[in-house]
């Protein structure tokens, strides 16, 4: 489905109107078609380059910190799961050492080997001891602790996966901010422009005595009133490019523009300059009359939506349900910690269990005389020491764990449910409200043209014109707004769903 608004750009004509003619010499830009050059993330100096969708999402991801910290709690989760398995690898033991020792005796005494005199003794020697423990079955200890680990780091994998899921939708949604804000500045372009013509040829029309003072007075506050509004506009404008920036955690000051969407493909216009000189021929005749009053003077008024594409998304509410069950990366984060709890409850159950190793060493000692060496191998079987109330206390604490862990995980089914309901609802009344909004924008501005002609024949009043270009005006802001509103209503139902 498209809509395309029709396009009326000043031309080079002159009217016999009953009362006034119109001669416009106009020097007009024709706008060409050219392919839209490739996309330069790296520019020269001073050089604007032009950003897609698609680049913004790329430069967010690289610069975001939440995707770094959780890409490095992954990266420790990593390390966790290593260490946990590491429990049945053998621990080596090694040791090594030098011990001196003097011993010295004195005394007085007629003993055979102690005649009133003292006798000294010194011994050297080196040891070194080598040993290894290996655990043989500890009833599934190690194998629970392993698990665990392994589903906490898919638990952080998808908290990883959630965290780009957000900084996408972040982009998308200051990205077509971005582009609304754009829109709008350029619909208030257009109106300062009708509105300097307009001032214009209501003080020439005064001049010839054919409009009052009270009617360019009156354009001359329209007018600043258009230029007010193209300054919030422009203010508006930058502000979001610096809410795209903050999106993007980008902080070089790279001046760039802005490549439409699919969806949000507004066509941007080039201005045209228009002068209008005034001169006074009277006619007679209603039916010449009658007929002027359909021409438009040559005003520019360029319709919003001309080459405006709206394609609709299509989706059943109860598919797009089911694929959020299973895309959600947040509900697979805690779909992995209810996983990680099963396996912490058998490790608190089992910590109370025996578990068997062996063990084998060797170590050598030598002295000044001799050397001795040894070879030993054993076997263990150990039993932890317990405490019957602080068993049941402690695996009480882990049901109560893993129901918290399950609560929470049928929590998120729930609002996943509502959520993508709600957010299709609003989708779809967007899909509907759009095609009649483009109507409003036609329909404005086909009473914007019958208000223009009214006026240059004289059969209208300048608020009767001003009216009809405010309701234009409104009816263009109004259908940027919806799309934007549109844009924004898709991209949650597709976060709903866990759709970058």
């Not at 609802?425 to 329909?443: D, E, F, G, S």
Request: one cysteine or more; aromatic letters at 10%; hydrophobic letters at 35%.
């Amino acid at each position: 489905m498209s809509f395309v608004g029709m396009f009326f750009a000043p031309q080079a004509e002159a009217f016999s109107l009953p009362s006034i003619k119109f001669i416009k010499n106009k020097k007009e830009k024709k706008q060409e078609t050219k392919e839209t050059p490739a996309v330069q993330i790296k520019a020269e100096k001073n050089e604007i380059v032009e950003y897609s969708l698609e680049d913004c999402i790329e430069i967010a991801l690289k610069n975001d910190p939440n995707i770094k910290i959780y890409t490095t709690q992954k990266n420790i989760a990593n390390s966790q799961v290593g260490i946990a398995k590491s429990g049945y690898f053998p621990n080596i033991t090694a040791g090594t050492g030098f011990t001196s020792q003097h011993n010295r005796n004195s005394g007085s005494g007629s003993g055979f080997y102690n005649q009133g005199g003292s006798t000294s003794q010194s011994n050297n020697y080196y040891q070194l001891n080598l040993g290894v423990n290996q655990l043989i079955w500890d009833f599934g200890k190690t194998i629970a602790g392993i698990n665990m680990q392994k589903y906490n780091r898919e638990s952080v994998s998808y908290d990883l996966e959630n965290a780009i899921l957000n900084t996408v939708y972040s982009v998308k949604m200051a990205y077509f901010d971005a582009l609304a804000a754009l829109a709008n500045q350029d619909i208030f372009e257009r109106s300062v422009r009708i509105n300097q013509i307009n001032y214009d040829r209501t003080d020439a029309l005064f001049k010839e005595g054919l409009k009052s003072k009270i009617d360019v007075v009156n354009a001359q506050v329209y007018l600043t009133d258009a230029e007010v509004s193209l300054i919030e506009a422009q203010g508006k404008y930058d502000a979001a490019i610096i809410k795209l920036n903050n999106a993007m955690y980008l902080q070089d000051g790279q001046k760039y523009t802005l490549k439409n969407t699919e969806s949000f493909n507004f066509t941007k216009t080039q201005p045209t300059q228009t002068n209008v000189n005034v001169s006074y021929v009277p006619k007679s005749g209603d039916e010449e009359l009658e007929q002027a009053a359909i021409l438009t003077s040559g005003i520019e008024k360029q319709d919003i939506i001309q080459n405006y594409k709206f394609k609709p998304l299509i989706l059943p509410v109860d598919e797009a349900i089911q694929k959020a069950y299973e895309n959600r990366p947040d509900l697979k984060s805690l779909q992995m910690v209810e996983k990680v709890q099963e396996e912490s409850l058998k490790v608190i159950k089992r910590q109370y269990l025996p578990s068997l190793s062996a063990s084998a060493g060797y170590n050598f000692r030598k002295n000044s005389d001799v050397s001795n060496t040894g070879f030993n191998i054993g076997a263990s079987f150990d039993l932890p020491t317990f405490n019957m109330m602080s068993i049941k206390h402690n695996v009480d604490k882990g049901k109560y764990y893993l129901q918290l862990a399950q609560q929470n995980t049928e929590l998120s089914k729930k609002n996943i449910y509502f959520e993508v309901q709600n957010n299709y609802i609003n989708m779809v009344v967007l899909q509907r409200k759009i095609p009649k909004m483009a109507q409003k924008v036609q329909q404005t501005l086909e009473n914007f043209e019958l208000a223009d002609g009214r006026y240059t024949v004289g059969l209208g009043n300048f608020i009767e014109l001003q009216q009809a270009q405010t309701n234009y005006n409104n009816a263009q802001l109004a259908f940027v707004q919806a799309v934007f509103d549109y844009n924004v209503a898709k991209e949650q139902f597709q976060k709903s769903m866990g759709v970058r």
